[in-house]
């Protein structure tokens, strides 16, 4: 079955500090990631995407994320937390096993950005 | 607006009664999505419409669960005889296409209280 896996619950770092938040994903055939970030009481934004090509994938806000095939993750990563960054950040996936058009969610990590 | 927007932000009911959730994708968007949402948890699937094909309904979580979407656009979703486990905030997401590339795009959210 394909599944999305996020290992932590919540993430604490200073702000100006690099974060990582982790992601593991479990598919058959090619992954289509995705992450997406919440605010309270917001809908989900997409922050960035993999589906081929260069492993270090772009996105908004500084957000970058690194696919990695042998190790099957695609951990989300920012250079220097803002307080801005602190809010839920979901990694997903594409389940290709119905046809791509269901999107699997993972469980969230909140991230905690102090000053 | 140019994003998805959800009606009501916030509705109260009582054990029992039935309710509507209202959604309009952005313009254009072929593919819309409802998703449900428990207490900052991940997301549930709910059910998928792409342009006039068949929905996939394989979410609903239970019959008492419907939707429809008229004209390729606006989309209800019904919950009828709601009880209390159906508290939750519920999500829509319209996509360009549903292409499995696609980022989806989010409203923000209806939140259900079942009293």
């Known amino acids: 079955a394909q599944s999305v896996a996020q290992p932590e619950d919540q993430v604490n770092v200073a702000e100006g500090n690099p974060l990582t938040v982790k992601c593991t994903y479990s598919?058959?055939?090619?992954?289509?990631l995705f992450w997406y970030v919440q605010y309270p009481n917001r809908g989900l934004q997409f922050l960035l995407k993999?589906?081929?090509?260069?492993?270090l994938v772009k996105g908004s806000y500084g957000f970058e994320a690194e696919f990695n095939k042998s190790q099957t993750s695609f951990h989300l990563k920012k250079p220097s937390a803002l307080v801005s960054d602190s809010a839920l950040y979901f990694c997903?996936?594409?389940?290709?096993?119905?046809?791509?058009?269901?999107?699997?969610f993972g469980a969230g990590t909140r991230l905690f950005v102090k000053a | 607006g140019a994003g998805v927007s959800q009606s009501p932000s916030n509705k109260v009911t009582e054990k029992g009664k039935d309710v509507e959730l209202r959604c309009d994708p952005i313009?254009?968007?072929?593919?819309l999505y409802w998703y449900r949402q428990s207490l900052g948890q991940g997301l549930e699937f709910l059910i998928y419409?792409?342009?006039?094909?068949?929905?996939?309904k394989s979410g609903l979580p239970s019959d008492r669960f419907s939707a429809e979407r008229t004209g390729g656009s606006v989309s209800t979703l019904t919950i009828q005889r709601t009880q209390q486990e159906d508290s939750a905030v519920y999500l829509c997401?319209?996509?360009?296409?549903?292409?499995?590339?696609?980022?989806?795009?989010f409203g923000d959210g209806t939140r259900l209280s079942i009293l």
């Open positions: 997401a319209s996509s360009r296409t549903g292409e499995v590339h696609q980022p989806q795009h």
């Open positions: 598919v058959s055939g090619n992954p289509y």
């Open positions: 993999y589906i081929t090509g260069d492993n």
């Open positions: 997903a996936v594409r389940d290709m096993n119905t046809g791509g058009f269901k999107t699997i």
């Open positions: 313009s254009g968007h072929t593919a």
């Open positions: 419409f792409q342009g006039n094909s068949a929905p996939d």
